[in-house]
């Protein structure tokens, strides 16, 4: 069985499936500004900004997983639903959100089969807290 490099919900991307070539993740923190005369402006912090993660991958649908994987990634993102992300060692980094999926496919066999699949995820970390959950259960 192939390791799971990082899992979405349920949704898992593995060597040997929905492989991601490069993730970029952004952490954002905010710090407010007053202006001071005489000397440089004073500076507080005031909490955390935004936090996202876009990941960028290929899937060969022929070698394994089959055609359907950006599917099934599209299929729990329309949930609406935060997701928990789990890394390939196993820590949990939270809930998130998926913003967008994009695809792209090249390298076609008949019926318009594509042999290789290119996708984009982007997610932002979901943090309204556990009583914003309980609405959904």
Do not use: C
Not at 22 to 51: C, H, K, M, N, V
Not at 67 to 74: F, H, I, N, P, S
């Amino acid at each position: 069985m192939a390791e799971v490099m990082m899992q979405l919900g349920f949704f898992q991307f593995s060597i040997n499936s929905a492989t991601y070539q490069r993730l970029s993740r952004s952490t954002e923190y905010r710090w407010a500004r007053q202006a001071r005369i005489g000397t440089s402006d004073a500076l507080q912090f005031t909490g955390y900004g935004p936090e996202t993660i876009e990941i960028e991958g290929v899937i060969y649908p022929h070698f394994r997983g089959g055609l359907k994987q950006v599917d099934r990634m599209r299929t729990q993102a329309s949930s609406g639903l935060p997701l928990t992300l789990v890394s390939g060692i196993g820590k949990v980094l939270g809930l998130w959100v998926v913003e967008g999926i994009s695809e792209g496919q090249e390298v076609f066999a008949s019926q318009g089969v594509p042999h290789r699949q290119d996708f984009t995820m982007r997610m932002a970390r979901y943090d309204s807290g556990l009583r914003s959950l309980l609405r959904f259960f």
